[in-house]
């Protein structure tokens, strides 16, 4: 039997992405599963290397049961993040470029010293330099915004833009902070850093142990989402977004009208 056709597969999200069209799920029609998933989404991040784009870091999808009831998958997943995904804080993003955009309030880690591969993390605040509040636009490829496990991986986990907020040491404690989400002034969305994994520290350890499995290492300097804390929200022209983090402050994001 002649497996799924990863360069294929690759081709047609990003192409989707590129022009901002949606596409019908993969893996049914592929016989998709999660390892070659992730070749599809290694793929599709050579597909960005290859004009240009650099790898900076890693985000962890579905490290909160709010975003996998949302979706309606439920194992943790990561995916890769480039310079070109950036956003600066308070900057403006095109709407237009999107398929079906969301947003979610994320924390970000700045990545120090990480631990050879197999051995847990030690310190965190050796393999963590700063924390900041963040904001993920997350756009899948999919039609209706609906996949399955290994449809979302191939699919680079949804990702599409990101924005940091200021950088501050990291905390005394991590795992309940308040966590809210606001579209112009209002709030969209309230919960805990403990909504991930009991505590975001635990997504790098998880980022780390998947990323491992499939030969990708984390470096110094990346940066390192640790996975939305509440479900997304859709993201409409004109709206004002602020993700706001007890202790780390906020992130703020604008779409064009
Ligand atoms: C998948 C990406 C999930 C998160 O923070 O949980 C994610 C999706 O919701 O489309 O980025
Ligand atoms: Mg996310």
Same mark, same amino acid.
Request: no cysteine; hydrophobic share 40%.
């Given at each position: 039997m002649i497996g799924p056709d990863v360069a294929g597969i690759a081709e047609r999200l990003g192409l989707a992405a590129d022009t901002a069209t949606a596409t019908g799920q993969l893996a049914a029609e592929t016989g998709l599963d999660v390892d070659t998933a992730y070749a599809a989404q290694t793929a599709l991040l050579r597909r960005r290397l290859d004009r240009g784009? #650099?790898?900076v870091g890693l985000k962890m999808g579905l490290t909160s049961r709010a975003k996998m009831a949302q979706v309606g998958v439920d194992e943790v997943i990561w995916g890769r993040l480039t310079d070109a995904m950036r956003v600066p804080d308070g900057g403006t993003v095109e709407v237009g470029t999107y398929i079906h955009p969301r947003v979610e309030p994320e924390v970000a880690f700045l990545l120090d010293r990480l631990p050879a591969p197999g051995e847990p993390i030690g310190d965190f605040r050796e393999a963590v330099r700063a924390v900041a509040p963040a904001i993920e636009l997350i756009d899948s490829r999919y039609a209706d915004f609906t996949f399955s496990l290994p449809d979302v991986i191939a699919d680079n986990t949804s990702a599409a833009s990101f924005v940091i907020g200021p950088w501050s040491p990291v905390p005394d404690g991590l795992e309940n902070l308040g966590v809210l989400l606001e579209i112009d002034g209002r709030v969209a969305q309230v919960g805990s850093? /403990? /909504?991930?994994?009991?505590?975001? #520290?635990?997504a790098l350890d998880e980022g780390i142990r998947l990323a491992g499995r499939h030969g990708v290492r984390l470096r110094e300097g990346w940066v390192f989402l640790a996975g939305a804390a509440t479900a997304a929200v859709p993201l409409r022209p004109g709206a004002h977004v602020r993700a706001v983090v007890e202790k780390l402050g906020t992130a703020t994001l604008r779409a064009s009208s």
């Open positions: 784009e #650099r790898l850093t /403990a /909504a991930i994994l009991g505590d975001p #520290r635990r």
